[in-house]
């Protein structure tokens, strides 16, 4: 398990079918931190449960670089969207926001994996449960999903990831 093996699954599961859309629809109307998602879902897909501490580990190592480098790139793209003429600008725009995406992943890695004992789940495998229940369970510790808030679009979001394992 690496950061490396990680972006490769994400970048991929974001190119699935419905994916993309569901995950923008819930970072526009939830505030959603996509990777993180992503993040607690391939942590299921390897059998790893985490918990609030982990959680509350990758929001201390991400948290400045999300709200000073990676938002205000997607809001300046995002304003960005009307006139040929800022067609270039808003695709290099694009390119950067994907690169701080990937250095949010290493964050993300860091601050959960390294530099600090992880809980039992992530040491190692959790007793074998589905991964849609795993998935499930990971991403309700999540902001967006806390305390069963969007429990439809949680569910909706394991079944899209589910039907490309």
Same mark, same amino acid.
């Given at each position: 398990?690496?950061?490396?093996? $990680?972006?490769?699954?994400?970048?991929? %599961?974001?190119?699935?079918?419905?994916?993309?859309?569901?995950?923008?629809?819930?970072?526009?109307?939830?505030? /959603?931190?996509?990777?993180?998602?992503? $993040?607690?879902?391939?942590?299921?897909?390897?059998?790893?449960?985490?918990?609030?501490?982990?959680?509350?580990?990758?929001?201390?190592?991400?948290?400045?670089?999300?709200?000073?480098?990676?938002?205000?790139?997607?809001?300046?793209?995002?304003?960005?969207?009307?006139?040929?003429?800022?067609?270039?600008?808003?695709?290099?725009?694009?390119?950067?926001?994907?690169?701080?995406?990937?250095?949010?992943?290493?964050?993300?890695?860091?601050?959960?994996?390294?530099?600090?004992?992880?809980?039992?789940? /992530?040491?190692?495998?959790?007793?074998?449960?589905?991964?849609?229940?795993?998935?499930?369970?990971?991403?309700?510790?999540?902001?967006? $999903? $806390?305390?069963?808030? %969007?429990?439809?679009?949680?569910?909706? /979001?394991?079944?899209?990831?589910?039907?490309?394992?």
């Amino acid at each position: 398990m690496t950061v490396d093996t $990680f972006w490769e699954w994400a970048v991929a %599961c974001y190119g699935r079918t419905g994916v993309q859309q569901h995950l923008l629809a819930l970072q526009n109307t939830q505030d /959603l931190v996509i990777l993180e998602a992503l $993040f607690a879902c391939w942590l299921a897909s390897h059998d790893r449960q985490w918990h609030r501490e982990d959680v509350q580990a990758m929001n201390a190592s991400t948290r400045i670089w999300l709200d000073e480098v990676v938002m205000p790139l997607r809001a300046t793209r995002l304003r960005w969207t009307s006139g040929e003429d800022l067609s270039d600008p808003r695709q290099h725009l694009l390119a950067l926001e994907v690169q701080a995406e990937r250095h949010l992943a290493e964050l993300m890695w860091c601050g959960v994996m390294t530099g600090r004992t992880p809980s039992p789940g /992530l040491v190692s495998p959790v007793e074998k449960r589905t991964s849609s229940a795993l998935m499930s369970s990971n991403l309700s510790l999540l902001p967006t $999903f $806390f305390d069963g808030k %969007c429990a439809l679009e949680r569910t909706q /979001l394991v079944a899209l990831l589910e039907k490309g394992t």
